[in-house]
């Protein structure tokens, strides 16, 4: 399918007010589209993530056991991974702005559907469905937000987007569990979809679609103090045709630095979905928290404190890739070892005090992690590549993720501890040594990344 054309540039004005003011607009809108799009993950988010607050009423209501609530989490991630390169090589090739919006109308839908469900299989085939509609979201928006955030402010952008997974997944769990401990479970699948459906409606006609690689190819557009000229109610920039007009190769997979953060990426997600997944039956069973509060303090001391931390990262990132080639690698990789320590004593702890403050700890080291995922990637991928790399991406995190809740529903059954709660809580104090392995691969991938070549010189 052939790319999407561009309208034409706006012709220059020589009134140097007139110029000032369309800048001042183009730099509104930029930071504009990263807002709306915020909302967009927020559901996104908070879709995937009411399920696993109701994991304990779906145990007593329709008798689950925590092997097949680990197949219910997990079957959303394994489709979700599977048709991530497809979605990222359709985004490549298909206006973004639609496949964003026309995934949410999807994702939503189905998750109304969630409500309806009331077997295992049920419950599997709604998640592989949703999975379905949510594939296309990350490859999409972060390639979009990419073509409208140059270098100088990449980080910060995609940072202050990633704030919004850290409150969908609040929201997702709390709002959640509030309603299925006074109402109905069901109610809130209901609610979250029917919202969503609303947002992208609502947006269809404020979002625009920028040119392809106009930033990175263009050498005559600027970013920062001058501001960044994108598609803004009829303003654009000039994208190089050397690069938006190629087909996705993949070739971006013959660079070690790729392969190195992609496998980073799968072994901090595989703890990242376990946290998701079992955190509020963690609580409710190992604490006795009630639904409510356990569907709060799952996400709220994790969430909140990943987004305080995620813009900090970001800005920090910023500066050090003006500096170093790999400073966004420098700061994941930080993260991921100062969290490892605190990843085992939420697993290996039983008082709450402790508990509370490991987790808004490792929260934080989170953020300073998730701040750099798709930042990082595209500091090294062409922007004709972004949408296939950033699916690859998730197919590799995602697909490897989807086996944390698998595995750990299937060794708190199966353990040698004495009990479920017991086994679980091994597997979790687990996940720090997995942290440990994946800031090994982010040292050795800042390695590698100082050794390639510039983006700009692979154009030149």
């Known amino acids: 399918m052939p790319n999407v054309t561009e309208?034409?540039?706006?012709?220059?004005?020589?009134?140097?007010?007139?110029?000032?003011?369309?800048?001042?607009?183009?730099?509104?809108y930029r930071w504009s589209v990263v807002f709306m799009l915020w909302f967009v993950c927020l559901f996104n988010y908070a879709d995937r993530q009411a399920v696993f607050s109701v994991f304990p009423k779906l145990q007593l209501d329709l008798h689950f056991d925590k092997f097949q609530l680990g197949l219910i989490g997990s079957?959303?991630?394994?489709?979700?991974?599977?048709?991530?390169?497809?979605?990222?090589?359709?985004?490549?090739r298909m206006r973004?702005?639609?496949?964003?919006?026309?995934?949410?109308?999807?994702?939503?839908?189905?998750?109304?559907?969630?409500?309806?469900?009331?077997?295992i299989w049920q419950f599997v085939m709604v998640r592989a469905l949703e999975g379905v509609g949510e594939t296309f979201y990350f490859p999409a928006s972060m390639s979009l937000m990419?073509?409208?955030?140059?270098?100088?402010?990449?980080?910060?952008?995609?940072?202050?987007?990633?704030?919004?997974?850290?409150?969908?997944?609040?929201?997702?769990?709390?709002?959640?569990?509030?309603?299925?401990?006074?109402?109905?479970?069901?109610?809130?699948?209901?609610?979250?979809?029917a919202l969503g459906m609303v947002l992208a409606m609502v947006l269809y006609r404020t979002l625009k679609e920028p040119v392809r690689g106009g930033l990175d190819n263009d050498p005559?557009?600027?970013?920062?103090?001058?501001?960044?000229?994108?598609?803004?109610?009829?303003?654009?920039?000039?994208?190089?045709?050397?690069?938006?007009?190629?087909?996705?190769?993949?070739?971006?997979?013959?660079?070690?630095?790729?392969?190195?953060?992609?496998?980073?990426?799968?072994?901090?997600?595989?703890?990242?979905?376990?946290?998701?997944?079992?955190?509020?039956?963690?609580?409710?069973?190992?604490?006795?928290?009630?639904?409510?509060?356990?569907?709060?303090?799952?996400?709220?001391?994790?969430?909140?404190?990943?987004?305080?931390?995620?813009p900090l990262a970001g800005l920090l990132a910023d500066r050090l890739a003006q500096r170093m080639r790999a400073g966004r690698i420098v700061v994941q990789a930080m993260g991921l070892l100062v969290g490892a320590s605190f990843v085992a004593i939420v697993g290996s702890t039983t008082g709450i005090p402790i508990l509370i403050t490991a987790m808004i700890a490792f929260g934080f080291c989170k953020g300073f992690y998730d701040s750099g995922i798709f930042a990082s990637l595209f500091d090294s991928v062409a922007p004709a590549e972004r949408g296939a790399a950033a699916g690859l991406m998730n197919t590799v995190g995602w697909g490897g993720g989807a086996?944390?809740?698998?595995?750990?529903?299937?060794?708190?059954?199966?353990?040698?501890?004495g009990s479920e709660m017991a086994n679980m809580s091994h597997a979790?104090?687990?996940?720090?040594?997995?942290?440990?392995?994946?800031?090994?691969?982010?040292?050795?991938?800042?390695?590698?990344?100082?050794?390639?070549?510039?983006?700009?010189?692979?154009?030149?």
């Open 7 to 28: 309208p034409p540039v706006a012709p220059h004005s020589e009134d140097p007010s007139s110029n000032a003011l369309a800048t001042q607009a183009a730099s509104r």
């Open 75 to 92: 079957a959303f991630m394994w489709v979700y991974a599977a048709g991530a390169p497809f979605a990222g090589y359709i985004a490549d």
């Open 96 to 119: 973004r702005k639609d496949l964003i919006l026309g995934g949410c109308l999807f994702w939503s839908s189905i998750t109304i559907t969630t409500g309806w469900c009331s077997k």
């Open 146 to 193: 990419s073509d409208y955030h140059g270098k100088t402010t990449r980080s910060r952008a995609l940072a202050f987007h990633q704030s919004s997974v850290y409150v969908g997944t609040i929201a997702g769990s709390w709002i959640g569990a509030i309603i299925a401990e006074k109402y109905n479970w069901r109610y809130g699948f209901y609610l979250f979809g």
């Open 220 to 310: 005559s557009t600027s970013e920062g103090a001058s501001g960044e000229t994108v598609e803004a109610h009829g303003m654009h920039v000039t994208a190089s045709p050397s690069h938006t007009n190629k087909s996705s190769s993949f070739s971006f997979m013959l660079k070690p630095t790729v392969i190195l953060l992609m496998l980073a990426f799968l072994l901090a997600n595989l703890v990242a979905t376990v946290f998701l997944t079992w955190t509020p039956t963690y609580l409710v069973e190992k604490f006795h928290f009630k639904l409510s509060a356990a569907g709060l303090s799952a996400a709220v001391y994790i969430q909140v404190a990943s987004a305080i931390a995620v």
């Open 403 to 417: 086996l944390g809740p698998l595995i750990v529903g299937w060794v708190s059954k199966h353990g040698e501890y």
């Open 428 to 460: 979790i104090t687990f996940g720090g040594l997995i942290y440990v392995m994946g800031a090994a691969l982010l040292i050795a991938a800042a390695i590698t990344a100082t050794r390639e070549r510039p983006l700009q010189s692979l154009a030149a």
